[in-house]
């Protein structure tokens, strides 16, 4: 598609089960973001890649939150054992340069909601 | 790392009124800057953007002055229409390709 893609738009879980959002950014693509948003809140930084390589992963709140780019393309973020305060929109958004300084914008998919009850 | 802060909100202005929303950042280096906007219902688009100091990023009537003497990006429109609500995010993009986002600001223009 055009666009990036996430899948699935609603997630509907009960704590201390495992979820994985996946996210599928514009073709072609190198850097690949992942963002938490709280209802009113803007977009947290999670981590974000350059290809495959996870480049920094300072924002996942602990280490029930992972995630992984294997093949420089698709991502995948990977929840265990949810809690309720993972409750969030969470964003993924892909941008076509490696680098910040080109001014490359991000491209920003719908996002999945997530709801752990 | 990268910050940024915004004008907290909400911000309620009547049609044709003069908007100003204040954007300061901290970064290393030389950041670019940008602001997204939301709609209701929808997810984050660019508005505009700004890559050097003394650029000026502009957009559907907005615009913003990239000013590192004061680490700001302040957007602004002259004459703010009701399909201009939505909710409005400044980030910062750094040299380590680290972007970062404000608290966002809610803007409502009423008839």
């Known amino acids: 598609g055009a666009g990036v893609s996430q899948s699935p738009r609603y997630k509907v879980t009960k704590r201390g089960q495992d979820v994985a959002l996946r996210c599928d950014p514009i073709s072609g693509h190198v850097s690949l973001y992942w963002y938490r948003q709280a209802l009113g809140q803007g977009p947290e930084f999670l981590t974000y890649f350059n290809y495959e390589a996870q480049q920094d992963k300072s924002g996942l709140p602990n280490d029930r939150f992972s995630a992984e780019r294997p093949e420089g393309s698709i991502s995948t973020l990977t929840i265990q054992r949810t809690e309720q305060r993972d409750s969030a929109m969470y964003r993924c958004?892909?941008?076509?340069?490696?680098?910040?300084?080109?001014?490359?914008?991000?491209?920003f998919g719908n996002g999945t909601r997530l709801t752990v009850t | 790392g990268n910050s940024v802060t915004q004008m907290e909100g909400p911000v309620t202005l009547s049609e044709e009124a003069f908007l100003t929303i204040n954007c300061t950042y901290t970064a290393t280096g030389y950041p670019s800057l940008f602001w997204y906007v939301q709609y209701p219902g929808e997810g984050l688009q660019l508005l505009l953007k700004?890559?050097?100091?003394?650029d000026k990023g502009s957009n559907k009537g907005f615009e913003a002055t990239y000013r590192k003497e004061t680490t700001s990006f302040h957007l602004e429109k002259g004459s703010v229409q009701v399909s201009d609500s939505a909710v409005y995010f400044c980030?910062?993009?750094?040299?380590?390709?680290?972007?970062?986002f404000g608290a966002g600001t809610r803007l409502t223009v009423k008839p």
């Open positions: 700004a890559t050097k100091a003394d």
């Open positions: 980030a910062a993009r750094g040299d380590n390709n680290d972007m970062r």
């Open positions: 958004a892909s941008s076509l340069e490696a680098t910040g300084t080109g001014g490359m914008a991000l491209h």
